[in-house]
C-alpha cells in the first residue's frame, strides 16, 4: 500500500482580481510521479457513499468522488473529518455540493470548528435543498454566532441530529424545519445540566412558536461514574418542563474503574417521561444489566429498556416487593 500525503497551497489568480485560485500538490519528498486515479462510472446500484479518509476527499481520489456523485444515484452521503484543516475543507466542500445537489441524507463525523468553520458547515449544508436525513457530530460547546446572519429553512428535513448549538441555529428561521419528524439533540457537556436545559428550552420555545411538534430525542456519551452527577438534578425547579418532553434517551456508556452500570438509572429518572431507552455499553456483565433493571423504575410509558439491541423488561414493583420480602 502506498501512502500519499497532498499539500494545500493558496495562491493569487492571474491578475490579482478575482480572489484566490487553490490547488493540491504532493509533498515534493515523495517524488514527481502523477498519480493518476479514474472516474467513477454511471451505475445505478451504487447509493451510498461512506468516507473516512482523506483519500477520496483530496487528488486524485476526490476526482473519483466528484464523479460518482454526478453519475450515479447516490442519495447518502458520510463524511469523517479525514482531513484536518478548514483550509481544505472550505475547497472541497463547496464542490461535493454542487455535485452532489440531489442527496437526501447527510451525516458530518467529528466536525469540530477546530478543523472546519462554522461557516463553510452550514454553507454546505444550505447547497443541498432535498436533504431529508441530516446528523452532525460534534464536540463543540458553545453557540453558534449570531453575527452568522444567513438562516437555513431545511425545508426538506425529517429527521434531525446534532448538538444543540445547530439546532438552536436551525429553529432560529422564522419558519424553521416545515416538515420535521424527529429530532435528536446530542448531549455534549454532560456535565452542565442547567447549560443543556437551556438550550433545551430555546430549542423548544422555537418550535412551539411555529406549532412544531417532532418526537424529541437526547443521545448522550458518559462515563459510567459520572451518572451520580445528575442525582441531585431530578428535583430542580422547573426543571421538567421542557425536559419531561423528551420521548427517547439514547445512552452510550463507558466503563470507568469501579463504576456500575446501575449508574445509568439516575439518568432515565431524570428524564422520567420517557417511551424508549436504549444504552450501549461494551461487555456488560449479566449481574449488572439485572442491577440495572432493578434500580430503573418502571412507568406508564416505560417498561423496559435497550441494551446493546437486546430489549429488557424492567422490574415491577410487585415483584420488587416479594424479592424484597424473600430471605437470602
Excluded at 91 to 102: D, E, F, N, Q, Y
Excluded at 187 to 198: K, L, N, P, R, S
Aim: hydrophobic residues 40%.
Amino acid at each position: 500500500m502506498v501512502h500519499q500525503k497532498f499539500v494545500f497551497r493558496s495562491a493569487q489568480a492571474p491578475g490579482g482580481k478575482n480572489g484566490e485560485t487553490h490547488e493540491f500538490r504532493r509533498a515534493p519528498h515523495q517524488g514527481p510521479e502523477r498519480i493518476e486515479m479514474g472516474s467513477c462510472y454511471s451505475s445505478t446500484t451504487l447509493t451510498s457513499l461512506d468516507i473516512r479518509s482523506a483519500t477520496l476527499v483530496i487528488p486524485p481520489g476526490l476526482r473519483w468522488t466528484l464523479t460518482a456523485l454526478r453519475n450515479c444515484s447516490i442519495k447518502s452521503l458520510t463524511l469523517g473529518r479525514g482531513v484536518e484543516g478548514a483550509a481544505i475543507w472550505s475547497t472541497v466542500l463547496p464542490l461535493i455540493a454542487s455535485a452532489g445537489r440531489s442527496l437526501t441524507s447527510l451525516t458530518l463525523i467529528e466536525f469540530d470548528s477546530g478543523s472546519i468553520s462554522d461557516t463553510d458547515i452550514l454553507t454546505f449544508i444550505a447547497r443541498l435543498p432535498h436533504l431529508r436525513h441530516l446528523s452532525i457530530s460534534s464536540g463543540r460547546e458553545n453557540r453558534i454566532s449570531e453575527s452568522i446572519r444567513r438562516l437555513i429553512p431545511l425545508r426538506a428535513v425529517e429527521t434531525l441530529r446534532a448538538p444543540p448549538a445547530f439546532i438552536e441555529y436551525f429553529v432560529r428561521h422564522p419558519y424553521p424545519l416545515p416538515k420535521i419528524t424527529s429530532i435528536c439533540v446530542l448531549w455534549v457537556g454532560i456535565y452542565d445540566v442547567d447549560a443543556f436545559v437551556t438550550s433545551l428550552r430555546t430549542i423548544i420555545r422555537n418550535l412551539d412558536a411555529q406549532a412544531r411538534a417532532p418526537r424529541l430525542i437526547v443521545s448522550a456519551d458518559t462515563l459510567m461514574h459520572s451518572s451520580f452527577s445528575l442525582t441531585h438534578y431530578q428535583s430542580a425547579p422547573g426543571l421538567h418542563e421542557f425536559i419531561d418532553r423528551v420521548e427517547e434517551l439514547q445512552i452510550t456508556a463507558t466503563p470507568f474503574f469501579y463504576g456500575d452500570i446501575a449508574d445509568v438509572a439516575s439518568w432515565v429518572a431524570l428524564f422520567c417521561r420517557v417511551q424508549r431507552v436504549e444504552l450501549t455499553v461494551s461487555n456488560p456483565d449479566s449481574f449488572g444489566v439485572k442491577r440495572l433493571l432493578q434500580a430503573i423504575q418502571p412507568t406508564e410509558r416505560l417498561d423496559g429498556i435497550w441494551v446493546n439491541g437486546k430489549m429488557y423488561a424492567l422490574v415491577k414493583e410487585e415483584t420488587r416487593l416479594i424479592q424484597a420480602s424473600s430471605p437470602p
